[in-house]
């Protein structure tokens, strides 16, 4: 009994020094000893001179109200006389409950004494395994002012407490955590025994240290910075450690847990972030192995920090460890730079430059525009690191699929960018789902975003043919006011039949063919170039079954492809006459393909006409618009095109009076050519609106209606009746 009592006050014990049959008076000083000490310990509690040793007295008064673990008795003889009080840490004869490393740990701490702890002791990874501050002359005064305890004596008092108490090992963990970040209060350095104390400790319970550091130390005091730099040391042990802190992390604005021993207070979920910042210089390997996902969930923070006013006790943290290290004021600054540090440590330098350079850290900082800049930030990383950005796509696969609101659309501009670098054979569905969905949202941006990421999607074979069910959804965007989001769409369907082995279904060709006719006049050149592509291969492509629907929209486009055979761009006249030219053959009209061939359009403008006057009035109502153009060669063509019109109209006063109003104002048209025109065609107008027109006209007139009405041979073609001023 009083060998486990002497044991408590073994702290205040310096290092025996031994000689020479000092075993021998050992034995009789036994008492002596005793009593010396009981007397240096009520020295030192009257003094009370040294803060960091009151802590130890307070705490071995405390020791003695718990019940103790049996020790091994030495095995003695009656001849060696009364048993001999240890000098350190007796080998323990643990509990079930007691860890067989804490005992060695017991062992290691008990045969350091004060001068080996002054020394440079040499462990695994002795170059990382001191952390030592260059304040040489800061380190000597806390010494000589007796300020800093010994690291031994510390932690061999609180090994030895815990060790003795009952209660199970387990739950043992956060107190242990909690002394020794007390210890360290004091001390400007970690020596190397403590740190692989503090390692090994990490490394079998991840979870209770660092959950219970976060809680006694949530601003990371300088005191817990040094464990945790010591925890980043271990390359296995942080890949542990680093798991509890991002389920920290992932949890917005606090975690809520609870350690072994009962501590259920929440977690500031940037109290990690800080944690993330302080360790980033010290662990790589970790780092590697959690890239994408250290990645997504510090994005998250920035994302959620700036668009987000955070909570007053969010505030409130912030605030004090501002104070603690001199942070920004704003926690979505301070993400960016714990983001920036990541990429660093991850050789990412020139990514990072490359943002900086771009203005592209500082829009990442603003609501409106942190979509743009995350989307540039993905563009970046994609040209530098392919693993990392499928890691993080992958992560981001797996937030969105999940619908969460509060951050998916600059999650949506990450993962679009960065779409070629998955295996779509494993995740096609998933992505489907979400650009489906995003699809269909009112957020012109999110729209936006989707559609990028299916002209991705589009151009891969396999994903092409999954992409039919999102046809319906992509028809309601081509009548979509933003020219881009109606590129992207005909993009997408140009992609989808670019394979011959896909063909339009006969429900979707007359649909699709519709809502193509109306981009043919769109203000984009671009857009005008894909239309008339996609309805070539409309053409071209649709199944047996769909080809008579498809030939009345057809036959509505003519009118529309003849004025823009005549556009001042040349791509697009080129791409207009081609188009006219299937569609002649998809009519079966050799006629008039041989009349495009020849590049007779005026001629086929009268054919057009001539075939069907009935519909000379809806086709005269066509091309009114074009008299708007702002193309000089549009309006001439228009007003040619009327002006042939207006000869198959005869009594028909109404639609000839709709002629000549629109033709007035073309008289004083800026350009001469498109005035002069304008004037004839209205002088001839009139002269047919009055009733007055030539013998020949008449003549003609009477021979059209003669051949129309006439019995159709076959083999012996059209007859083709022309004007006397073609003529």
């Known amino acids: 009994m009083a060998g486990r009592f002497f044991s408590l006050f073994k702290c205040f014990r310096g290092k025996n020094k031994k000689g020479p049959g000092a075993a021998a008076g050992e034995q009789l000083e036994e008492p002596e000893q005793i009593q010396t000490l009981q007397e240096d310990a009520a020295v030192e509690r009257t003094q009370e001179q040294q803060s960091s040793h009151d802590r130890f007295r307070r705490t071995a008064q405390m020791f003695r109200k718990f019940p103790r673990i049996r020790r091994r008795e030495t095995n003695t003889t009656a001849a060696e006389g009364p048993a001999e009080p240890d000098s350190g840490l007796t080998q323990l004869q643990a509990e079930p409950d007691v860890s067989p490393d804490l005992a060695g740990l017991s062992q290691d701490l008990d045969t350091s004494g004060t001068e080996t702890w002054a020394q ?35 932690c061999a008092s609180t090994v030895d407490f815990f060790l003795e108490s009952a209660v199970p090992y387990q739950q043992q963990v956060p107190a242990m955590v909690k002394n020794i970040h007390q210890s360290l209060m004091s001390h400007v350095t970690v020596d190397a025994r403590l740190h692989s104390d503090i390692v090994r400790l990490a490394e079998e319970h991840p979870a209770d240290v660092a959950l219970t550091l976060l809680h006694c130390a949530p601003t990371c005091d300088r005191a817990a910075a040094m464990m945790w730099r010591a925890i980043g040391t271990s390359g296995p042990t942080m890949e542990k450690v680093l798991a509890t802190l991002l389920c920290v992390m992932e949890d917005w604005p606090v975690h809520s847990t609870c350690t072994s021993d ?186 936006r975003l989707a559609l990028r990421g299916l002209v991705v999607l589009s151009k891969d074979p396999s994903m092409a ?29 140009t992609n989808l039949l670019k394979s011959r082995d896909m063909l339009v279904s006969s429900t979707t060709a007359p649909k699709l063919a519709e809502a193509l006719l109306l981009l043919f006049d769109h203000d984009n050149s671009h857009v005008q170039l894909l239309s008339l592509d996609l309805f070539f291969k409309v053409m071209d492509l649709v199944a047996e079954e769909g080809k008579k629907p498809l030939k009345s929209v057809v036959c509505q486009s003519l009118p529309a492809l003849f004025f823009h055979c005549h556009d001042e761009n040349q791509r697009v006249a080129e791409a207009s006459q081609e188009t006219l030219h299937c569609a002649a053959g998809f009519l079966q009209r050799r006629d008039l393909k041989e009349l495009v061939e020849a590049e007779k359009l005026l001629a086929f403008a009268e054919v057009l006409l001539a075939e069907d006057t009935s519909r000379a009035a809806e086709q005269l109502r066509r091309a009114l618009r074009y008299l708007e153009s702002p193309q000089e060669s549009l309006r001439e063509a228009a007003i040619r095109f009327m002006g042939m019109a207006g000869r198959h109209l005869r009594g028909q006063p109404r639609e000839l009076l709709m002629i000549c109003s629109a033709l007035e104002h073309l008289t004083e048209d800026m350009s001469s050519a498109v005035s002069e025109v304008a004037l004839q065609t209205l002088h001839v107008l009139r002269a047919i609106q009055r009733g007055h027109y030539s013998i020949f006209q008449r003549l003609q007139d009477q021979l059209r209606r003669a051949w129309k009405s006439r019995p159709r041979l076959s083999g012996l073609g059209w007859l083709h009746c022309q004007s006397s001023e073609e003529n």
């Open 262 to 447: 009962g501590d259920n207070k929440d977690v500031f979920a940037l109290a990690a972030t800080l944690v993330i910042w302080v360790i980033v210089p010290k662990c790589q390997e970790a780092m590697i192995l959690h890239s994408s996902r250290l990645f997504v969930a510090l994005l998250f923070h920035v994302v959620i920090t700036t668009q987000q006013m955070p909570p007053e006790e969010v505030e409130n943290f912030w605030r004090a460890c501002q104070e603690e290290h001199h942070l920004p004021s704003k926690p979505n600054r301070f993400a960016v730079q714990a983001m920036k540090a990541l990429l660093c440590r991850l050789e990412c330098d020139q990514e990072v430059m490359d943002m900086e350079r771009k203005c592209g850290w500082d829009t990442l900082l603003c609501a409106h525009t942190q979509h743009y800049a995350v989307g540039l930030l993905a563009r970046e990383m994609r040209r530098g690191s392919l693993s990392l950005c499928s890691g993080i796509a992958l992560r981001l696969l797996g937030l969105l699929s999940r619908e969460e609101p509060r951050w998916d659309l600059p999650g949506l501009a990450f993962l679009v960018e960065v779409l070629e670098c998955l295996d779509l054979r494993e995740c096609a569905d998933s992505i489907l789902e979400i650009m489906s969905r995003h699809l269909r949202n009112e957020c012109r941006e999110r729209r």
């Open 120 to 154: 440079d002791l040499p462990t695994s990874g002795t170059e990382d395994a001191v952390i030592t501050n260059t304040d040489n002359e800061e380190t000597e005064a806390l010494k000589n002012t007796g300020a800093m305890p010994t690291p031994p004596e510390i």
């Open 465 to 493: 043919r999954r992409m039919g069910t999102l046809s319906p959804s992509l028809l309601e965007l081509l009548g979509d006011a933003d020219e881009e989001l109606v590129g992207m769409t005909v993009s997408v369907f």
